[in-house]
């Protein structure tokens, strides 16, 4: 069964903190990417990836930073955590030809910032 | 600038009815659609997906219709089931852009 692993369900950190995301796949993706929900405003692209050590912003990146050291694995680090940040955090994978499959989810970080 | 665009944040329905949930879109470009299901603490999961070139995609209970020309698609769920109730998401991609633009949402829900 392939998977998306997010190496936390849920966090609570103190505002200034830095916060280190993990996510992991097992499926030989070559893209990844890190989004964030929030009630009202569906999924936005934080950052993605396409190939090791290869990022690039998506539409919400500030605050956000990310690293890509072996291809299995991506993470989002929150440089300061501040409350505007708290949120569901989505980790997905994907083939290089994903238009047509799509992306596979992990379950997600609920992350609390106080 | 809202590329894909879920009209409406929520819809409930009969168990049995067929519950219909809709997408607008404006790039043009855009060449293949999907819709993922969300339920509550759990990452979005892959549902169904369309090329431009067709009109129509089936997967068991669920259709996917798409109008090019009013750039427009629809999911079909019929008969819609209690556990169908969760958050739809509408994406689209286009060519060999690997990104995937997702609409807001619409929450379905199913009563029993």
């Known amino acids: 069964d392939v998977k998306v692993t997010q190496s936390s369900r849920y966090l609570v950190k103190r505002t200034g903190e830095k916060v280190f995301l993990e996510c992991v796949q097992d499926m030989d993706h070559e893209n990844m990417f890190w989004y964030r929900q929030d009630p009202g405003l569906g999924l936005r692209l934080i950052y993605f990836s396409y190939d090791v050590k290869m990022k690039e912003k998506g539409d919400i990146p500030e605050g956000y930073s990310v690293s890509r050291e072996k291809k299995e694995r991506f993470s989002l680090i929150l440089e300061s955590a501040s409350t505007n940040q708290t949120s569901m955090y989505l980790c997905?994978?994907?083939?290089?030809?994903?238009?047509?499959?799509?992306?596979?989810f992990g379950s997600g970080t609920r992350l609390t910032v106080v | 600038d809202q590329q894909v665009k879920q009209n409406s944040p929520s819809l409930s329905v009969q168990e049995g009815r067929i519950s219909i949930l809709n997408c607008d879109y404006t790039n043009s470009m855009f060449d293949y659609f999907l819709w993922y299901k969300k339920y509550p603490a759990e990452g979005p999961t892959f549902l169904i997906s369309?090329?431009?070139?067709?009109d129509k995609n089936e997967d068991g209970r669920f259709t996917v219709f798409l109008n090019k020309s009013a750039k427009h698609l629809s999911l079909h769920i019929v008969p819609s089931q209690p556990g169908d109730s969760a958050v739809y998401f509408c994406?689209?991609?286009?060519?060999?852009?690997?990104?995937?633009?997702f609409g807001k949402g619409t929450l379905l829900t199913v009563n029993p």
């Open positions: 997905a994978s994907s083939r290089a030809d994903s238009g047509i499959y799509g992306y596979t």
């Open positions: 994406a689209a991609s286009w060519g060999s852009n690997y990104k995937l633009t």
């Open positions: 369309i090329s431009s070139i067709k």
